[in-house]
């Protein structure tokens, strides 16, 4: 286990977790920037615009950065870019990029065409309001996030996945209410996400996010979820919530020095819509006809009877 600054991800086997897709191998496919992933059988694109991913990952950080490697992140581009590929998403991947290649990757990426959905990934070390470019300058969320509010992408479904540490805490699992302030960062944050955006964060704000040699426990985990029959066509905030339940629920670090450690994902959502950005229309009725951005009408609520219980 290695502590870095500032911030830090908890990498070199420090973390185990009891869930078995974490200790399976991972394939050898072959992947690397600008890599595109490949409709499977069966699969149709419903327009030439595909949904799209783009993975931003840093394992190794330039000589002289006082910020240790990160393993485990190449296992996790590698399951994501497979998952999300089956799923009809086409998947870049860009790795150990400076700051500013990290911020010119997502302005390009911003006015770039996507059929109904947008997913990214960051991964790296982080800080409360940052992740970490190769470089080891920081790269501010809040103007990657303002860089998606254009008319490009209006209308349009946008997820980001972040790993990164948001802190130094450590999360006991203790159900109690913290006693620090988030407000003033909750709101700030707030203001910078585009409507019609969700973003997960590994861990909550001042707390550390785990790195194991073989994936971090959030990236896995949401892999593991939609490679399981029916989670792919849950509405997203359901899905986000499946996440972080097994996240925390089954998941406790082992080692003399983390030992029961926990971590808890942190959704942050300015969705003003249902949103099915993973589910098979062709074998879920209720899915039928939805598509990544679909607006709740009247006649898909359902009135029910007053009662008293």
């Not at 393993?71 to 996790?76: M, T, W």
């Not at 982080?126 to 920081?138: H, I, L, R, S, Y």
């Not at 946008?158 to 620090?180: N, P, Y």
């Not at 892999?223 to 919530?241: F, Q, V």
Request: glycine share 8%.
């Amino acid at each position: 286990m290695q502590l870095c600054r500032p911030g830090f991800d908890l990498d070199s086997g420090a973390a185990d977790t009891d869930n078995e897709h974490m200790q399976q191998s991972l394939d050898a496919e072959s992947f690397h920037s600008q890599t595109g992933s490949v409709l499977q059988p069966g699969q149709m694109a419903h327009s030439e615009e595909r949904n799209r991913a783009v993975l931003v990952s840093v394992s190794k950080f330039h000589p002289g950065v006082m910020l240790g490697p990160r393993p485990g992140a190449k296992s996790d581009a590698k399951r994501l870019h497979r998952t999300l590929s089956k799923l009809g998403f086409k998947v870049d991947i860009h790795s150990d990029l400076s700051r500013d290649e990290i911020y010119d990757v997502f302005l390009k990426e911003s006015r770039r065409p996507v059929n109904d959905c947008f997913l990214a990934v960051l991964s790296s070390h982080g800080d409360e309001d940052c992740v970490f470019g190769a470089d080891g300058n920081p790269v501010r969320l809040s103007r990657i996030f303002r860089y998606f509010d254009n008319k490009s992408m209006e209308g349009k479904a946008k997820l980001f996945l972040i790993q990164a540490c948001r802190g130094d805490a450590l999360d006991d699992g203790v159900e109690v209410d913290s006693g620090g302030d988030t407000s003033e960062w909750s709101f700030s944050q707030h203001l910078s996400v585009p409507i019609d955006t969700a973003v997960m964060y590994a861990t909550a704000p001042g707390y550390a996010a785990f790195m194991h040699i073989t994936g971090s426990v959030f990236l896995q985990t949401f892999c593991t979820l939609l490679e399981e029959d029916g989670n792919r066509n849950l509405e997203l905030t359901r899905l986000m919530t499946r996440l972080s339940h097994r996240v925390a629920y089954t998941f406790q670090a082992k080692g003399r020095e983390l030992g029961g450690k926990k971590e808890m994902p942190c959704l942050l959502t300015r969705l003003t819509r249902e949103v099915f950005p993973f589910a098979e229309p062709e074998k879920d009725s209720r899915a039928a006809g939805i598509s990544a951005t679909s607006l709740i009408s009247p006649e898909n609520v359902k009135t029910r009877t007053p009662s008293i219980s």
